[in-house]
C-alpha cells in the first residue's frame, strides 16, 4: 500500500483537474450576479468531502452564502484539527489585463492562473486532497480527527462564519485549526504565519445638489462632492503616509525585538520588491520603518475607488449630486475594528466641507491577530515542512486578514496554525492572479506530513 | 394669408410631435455607441430643412460627427444671419433618476421632458420652425438672408465647427449669428446673454504600481493612485473655492461697474436658489461675491468622475494600478485656455505625490467671450423681444461655455445675438431636462419677429 505522499504524487494530474473544475465556477461573493455561482461552489465541496469519506457533510445556511461542513472524528485519542478555508473569490476586473480568462483556469510556466487560483481554492482544495490521499493511504481512516469548515463570504466580511462560530462554538470544537491562506516569504522558504492585519472597510458618501448640475451654470455656487471627497481623504493621510485620524495609533504594538530581529534576517530585496513586484517609481509609506514593518505591523489606509459622476470616455461637464469614496483601513495589534472606526467617522464628519451632507459607513472589519508559535501543533508543522522542504521554517506576520483566525481564538480558544504555500507575484485581488502548480503539490505533501506528524 | 406668427400657431401641435421624434434619436456625441445615432439626427435636419425650402441644404462631413448647413440668400439688400445651433446632447446617465426615459420625449405640467429637449435639440428647432412659418406666411421668401449651420459635437469640444469656421469663413458670411443655446434669467423675462464662460476639460491620470494589488499585502508600500488624486485635488482649490493654481486670476476682468449695478437689479433670491435650484444646505464658492459674479465672471474648477478602481457594490479591498480624475476649468474673459492649462498643467505636475506618475490631458477647450450690445441686431432682438413678451430686455451673462461664438467673432468677424428660452429649472446636463412648452411657441415667436424686425 503506497504512503499518502506517494498516492497523492501519483493522482497530482486528476488533482489539478478536479482544481480547475472548481476555478470555473466564478463564485463572486460580492456580486449579488454571481450567488448562483456561490452556491454551486459550495455544492460541489460537498460532493467532493462526501466522496473522499468525510461524514456529517452537508451546507449550512445562514443569511448571506452558505458555510459547508464536513467531519471525521473517529481518531481516539489523537487531537482534533479544524481546517478552514474558503470557495468566494475577489471580482475579476479590470478583464483586460487578464492574459487568459479568468474563470477558464489555463496553465502557464509551471502555474495555474485563474481567479481564486491561490486566493483561497487551489490552497483550500490542498487540504481536500491532503484529506483524500490520507484516506487512501490508511484504509479509509485519518490519523487524526478532523473537522472542515469552509465559507463562502471572506472577501465580502465574513459575517455568517463568525455568526456561526459565535453561536455554535461546540459544533467546531478542536485542538487547533490550520489556515492555508497566506503565503511563503519566498520561493522554497517553508513560511508559517503568525500575525495579520485586522480591517475596517468603509463608504463615505458625500451629497452635494439634490440632483446633478451643469458645471456651466452652477460652478461657483453648487458644492462638488468630488471635491469635497478629495479634501477629506487629503486629511486622512499626510504626504509620508501618517495616518492623521486622532487617536488612531493609540493602541498600536511594537512588534518585540526578537521579531523585529527575525525580519531583519529575512531574505528581502526592497529594490526588486518596488522593481518586480509593486512596479512602481518609489515605495510609499511612512517613515523610519521598513517595508516589512509598514505592511505587517503598522496600520495603513487606501482608496479603492470612487464611484459616482461621469466615467466614460471623454468628457461631461456635470456637477454630481453625490459620489462615494470605498476606504479601508488595515489595523494591527492591539486595535479594536469599531474603536477605530468611530475614531475615523468622527474625524471625517468634523471634516465636512460647506455645503456638502455626509454619510460615513462601516461595510465590514475584523480584528488584526497575533498568533502564539509556543504550541504543539507549530512544532508539529516547522517538523513536516523541514521534511517537505529541507528548510528551516521561518516565521512572519502578513498584511491581509483572516478576521476568522481572531474569531477561532475568541470563540474556540484554540490556536490556529497559518501555513500558506502562495507566492508573493501571486497576483492575489489583481488580474492573472496564480498558484504556482509546485506549490499546490508541496503544498498537499506539507498538509500530509503535518497530519500525520500531529497524529503520532 | 396668415402672418408667420398666426402661421406658427396654428402649427405648434404638430411642431411639438416633430421636436418630439427628433428628441427620440438618442444624439450623444461622447459615447461611440451613439455614432449612427447622431448621424441620423443629422440625416434628419438636412431632410427637414430641404422641405421647409432652404437650399445648398447638405451634410458636411468632417473627423467627426457631421455639420448640417443649408442657406436661403435671396433677399437682396437685406442683411445675413447665420442661424447655430446643436443636434448633439449630453449622456442620459444616471438613468435611474429619469421619471420618464430620456429618449421618450413625455409632457407634463406644461414641460416637454427629454434629454436635448432645451439643450439644444429644442432651441435649434424654434429657428428651423422660425423660418417655416416666416416661407409659409412670405410666399415662400424669407425677410432677410439666412444660413443654418448645425454642429453635433457641442458637447464634446466642438472641433469640426471650429476648423470649418476656421477654414471656410466664406461659406458662412454673414453680417451676424444667432444663437439660442441659453436661459433666460426668470420666467418672463425676455434675456439676452452677452457674455460666456470658456473652458479647459482634462483627465488627471495617476499611476502607482504596475498592476492592481491587493491592499492586505502591499497597503503601507504601494502607491495608492486615489489618494495621491485627492492630494492633488485638494490643492487645486482652497476650502473657500478659490483657485490656487499659480496665475491662473491675473489675465481677469472685473465687469464693468454698469454691469455690476445691471445684476444686482436682477430678480434674484439666494434663497430660493439654493433650496429650490441647486439644494444643497449651503452654497459655495469665493467669499467676497455674489452667486451672479461667482458663476458668470469669475473662474471655477469642478471634478466630474474620478474612473478607476472598484466601484460595485460591497468591498474590493484594491490599490489599483491607476485612476483618473476627470476635472474641467470655466475660464472669464480675458483669460486665454492654452496658457490656463499650461499653468493647470504644469501646478498639477509640481504637486506629484511619491511613487505616482501623471498624465495631465486637455480634452477640449473654448475661449470665454463678451458680446458687445451696441450694435443693430441686438436692438432689434430687444424690439422683437418687448412685442412678444411685452417687457424689456434684460442682458445677463452665462456660466455655461458655447466656443463657436468666439470663433465667428474671431474667423468671420460678426457679433452674435445670444437669444436663449431655456429656464433656470430645465435640469441641463443633468436628469429630466425639459422645455417648458409655452417658451418653445414664444420662443419661435420671439424669433419670427426678430427676423422681420431685422429685415424691415
Known sequence: MPTAVEYARKEYPRFVEELKTLLRIPSVSTLPEHKGDVRRAAEALVAELKRIGMENVRLIEGAGHPLVYGDWLHADGKPTCLCYGHYDVQPPDPLDEWLSPPFEPTERDGNIYARGAVD????????????ESLFAAHDGKLPLNIRVILEGEEEVGGESIAKFVREHPEQLKADFALVSDTEMFAPELPTVCVGLRGMIYTEIEARGAKTDLHSGIYGGAAPNPFVALAQIIAQLKDKDGQILIPGFYDRVQKPSPDELKAWRNLPFDEEYYRNTEVGSTQLTGEPGYSVIERTWARPTLDVHGMPGGFTG???KTVIPAKAVAKVSMRLVPDMEPQEAFAQYKSYVESLKPAGIELDVRLIHSGDPIVVGTDNA?????????????NKETVFIRGGGSIPIVGDFERHLKIPTVLMGFGLPDDNLHAPNEKFHLANFYRGIESII????????
Open 120 to 131: 483561497d481554492k487551489g490552497q483550500m482544495y490542498m487540504h481536500v486532497k491532503a484529506l
Open 313 to 315: 470616455a471623454g468628457a
Open 377 to 389: 501543533y507549530i512544532r508539529a508543522a516547522t517538523v513536516a515542512l523541514k521534511q517537505v522542504w
Open 449 to 456: 506530513t503535518f497530519f500525520e506528524e500531529v497524529g503520532k
